[in-house]
């Protein structure tokens, strides 16, 4: 099984940096389904690798394995690609004109909405209640994805001021939760969220 895993990982980390090229160049010259294809394959690949890196799949795999070694995992591949993926969001919320292009626009808002929503959503279901000291098996999963819920964070901080504000109702318990996290650089990029998002919204 461990052999057909790292067989797709090697083909999907190949096909990632065919789609980073692709981004990089000719993102601009693509029509509107091309651009969502391109998504949709990228948050398949995403899809993969996350539930391959789960919480309760990780702290499985650690069961089996030393303490100081790290559990099997995909986590390279997540985070290229979430920061692929985050990027082409990027990109194409901040597009104008034909309707297509609009449409594209809508569509990409809400998956960017749903993907930090998701990832902020499963890390802070693993903070522990005011009080609790989080188990070892929950720590070490947390520093294990924290690079990943770290380029989310960082993602937030570029995203369009109105669709942030849109979605703070949404947002704001998630990110209230992590703020007691352990992960320093967790801490770090929500530090940079507040200074460019929350506190534009100050009165």
């Not at 969001?89 to 626009?105: A, D, F, I, R």
């Not at 998630?174 to 507040?194: E, N, P, S, Y």
């Amino acid at each position: 099984m461990m052999e057909t895993v790292r067989g797709k990982c090697i083909t999907q980390l190949r096909l990632l940096g065919a789609i980073d090229s692709i981004q990089m160049r000719y993102w601009s010259k693509l029509k509107a389904p091309q651009k969502i294809a391109i998504m949709d394959i990228l948050l398949s690949l995403l899809e993969f690798a996350a539930s391959y890196n789960s919480s309760s799949n990780l702290r499985t795999r650690m069961h089996h394995i030393p303490p100081q070694r790290p559990p099997p995992n995909l986590l390279r591949q997540e985070i290229s690609g979430t920061s692929i993926y985050l990027e082409i969001l990027h990109k194409s919320t901040t597009v104008s004109g034909s309707g297509n292009e609009e449409n594209l626009k809508s569509l990409a808002e809400e998956k960017l909405v749903s993907f930090c929503g998701q990832i902020l959503r499963e890390a802070s279901d693993l903070q522990p209640v005011t009080g609790e000291a989080s188990s070892a098996d929950i720590h070490r999963v947390l520093d294990l994805r924290a690079p990943v819920i770290v380029k989310v964070l960082k993602g937030m901080c570029r995203m369009d001021a109105q669709i942030f504000k849109k979605n703070l109702r949404a947002f704001y318990p998630l990110i209230t939760k992590l703020v007691c996290c352990d992960q320093m650089d967790v801490r770090g990029a929500l530090g940079d969220l507040f200074s460019t998002q929350l506190t534009a919204l100050l009165p």
